[in-house]
């Protein structure tokens, strides 16, 4: 999935939309991937997986980036869910 990193953000926060894409809110700059690391770990609690099965894909220099979300197959129903409430689209 696509996700956009608003760095250097009043605080941390997944939610909303841009572009069509899921906004991730992080209070760190965009300075030597500490935005990026910040983005995966805050998408991984607010969908409640580990964050090591958040992982970067491709976009390590851009606020767009696409992520991969590794999750067992009973996990993934709940996890999409989520994942459309954040993005404002109600979901369930």
Do not use: C, F
């Amino acid at each position: 999935m696509e996700i956009h990193v608003r760095p250097s953000s009043s605080g941390t926060a997944v939610g909303g939309e841009y572009d069509g894409v899921l906004v991730v809110r992080v209070i760190e700059p965009a300075d030597s991937g500490r935005a990026t690391e910040a983005a995966l770990r805050a998408v991984a609690k607010a969908v409640a997986v580990p964050h090591r099965s958040v992982r970067l894909v491709r976009g390590a220099t851009s606020r767009r980036k696409l992520i991969e979300i590794e999750v067992s197959q009973q996990e993934a129903r709940t996890v999409n869910t989520a994942l459309q409430r954040l993005r404002g689209h109600g979901g369930g």
